[in-house]
C-alpha cells in the first residue's frame, strides 16, 4: 500500500486533481514526485490544506490502471480508425507510386492523381497529372501524399529533366 496526496489547486509543479505518492514524510511537510519528475515538498500547515492525503490499496491502484488502460485502449482505436480513412485514397487525392511492379506507365516515386475508384483487384485510376498517362492501382501500391507534396515532387523531376541535359539548351 502506498501513500498518495491529492492537491486541489494548480500550482508550481503541482496538478489540481492529480494523485501524487508520498516520498517521505516529516513533521513538517510531504516530499512528493512532482509534474517535473524532481521532489516537491508539500507543508502539512499550509493555510486551508490544499490537498488531500489518502492511503491506495495496491488492488484500488490495479482497478484505477486498467480503467485508465481500457480508456486508453478505445482512444487507440478510434485514432487508428480516424488514420486509416484519412488514409484512405479518393477521387482528387494525389498519391505517390510505391510499387511500380504491377505498373507499366509509371515508375517508382511517380505522382498520380486518384481520377476513378472502383471495387475490383485494382480499384484505384491514378493520371499523371502533366501527361495523363493512367493506369489501374492496387491501393498498397501508392501512398497518399498532400497537393503540395505532388507539386514539389513533379517540380523536382521537370528541373531534373533540365538540368540533366534534356532540354533544348543542350542541343
Not at 511537510?29 to 490544506?49: P, S
Not at 485508465?68 to 485514397?89: K, N, P
Request: hydrophobic content about 40%; overall charge negative; some cysteine.
Amino acid at each position: 500500500m502506498a501513500k498518495y496526496l491529492r492537491v486541489n489547486y494548480d500550482g508550481v509543479d503541482v496538478t489540481a486533481g492529480k494523485r501524487y505518492e508520498i516520498i517521505t514524510e516529516t513533521d513538517e511537510a510531504y516530499k512528493i514526485k512532482d509534474d517535473v519528475n524532481d521532489t516537491h515538498a508539500l507543508y502539512k500547515t499550509h493555510e486551508g490544506r490544499l490537498f488531500e492525503v489518502f492511503v491506495e490499496t495496491t488492488a484500488e491502484i490495479l482497478t484505477t490502471k486498467r480503467t485508465q488502460l481500457a480508456s486508453l485502449t478505445a482512444e487507440i482505436a478510434q485514432l487508428e480508425a480516424q488514420l486509416a480513412e484519412e488514409s484512405r485514397l479518393k477521387v482528387g487525392d494525389y498519391a505517390r507510386v510505391t510499387d511500380s511492379s504491377s505498373v507499366d506507365e509509371f515508375a517508382l516515386d511517380d505522382v498520380v492523381l486518384i481520377s476513378n475508384v472502383d471495387h475490383t483487384a485494382y480499384p484505384l485510376r491514378g493520371e499523371c497529372p502533366v501527361s495523363g498517362l493512367h493506369e489501374w492501382f492496387n491501393p498498397a501500391s501508392l501512398t497518399k501524399i498532400t497537393p503540395a507534396e505532388a507539386r514539389a515532387s513533379l517540380i523536382a523531376k521537370v528541373d531534373a529533366h533540365f538540368n540533366a541535359g534534356g532540354g533544348a539548351e543542350s542541343r
